[in-house]
């Protein structure tokens, strides 16, 4: 069955960078885009960022153009997201995400908590 499973989460001050990481098994990996979410408490779970199944095209929302990256490996089956100058607003639990055979399958999350 489908597997996400995520990691990098954590504590970091304003200003600093993350990393966040997820591992996918049980599907043709490289067939599939991925994506990654992220939900902060009391808001809706909002698409952070996209890549295509061959990485060629990468989607952004707005609120992190130009200072998060999501980038993936084919041979690994991992999806990353490089999160830099971060913000006390990018505060939330992020997921990983990807839509097989019309059904959406999501990790557990990894929360990432930007404060001084």
């Known amino acids: 069955q489908v597997q996400l499973v995520e990691s990098g989460g954590g504590l970091v001050q304003p200003g600093g ?4 990481s997820c591992a996918a098994s049980g599907f043709t990996f490289s067939s599939y885009a991925m ?4 939900q902060a408490p009391g808001k809706e779970r909002e ?7 061959l990485g060629r095209t990468e989607n952004y929302a707005d609120s992190v153009k130009g200072r998060f990256t999501i980038s ?3 041979f690994r089956n991992t999806v990353a997201m ?6 006390p607003e990018d505060t939330a639990v992020y997921y990983c995400n990807t839509r097989v055979s019309q059904s959406d399958y999501w990790g557990k999350g990894t ?3 930007v404060s001084s």
């Open 82 to 87: 490089q999160m830099n100058s971060l913000k």
């Open 17 to 20: 960078s993350l990393r966040l």
């Open 72 to 74: 993936r490996d084919n």
């Open 35 to 38: 994506s990654w979410y992220r």
């Open 111 to 113: 929360l990432v908590t």
């Open 47 to 53: 698409l952070v960022a996209r890549i295509t199944s």
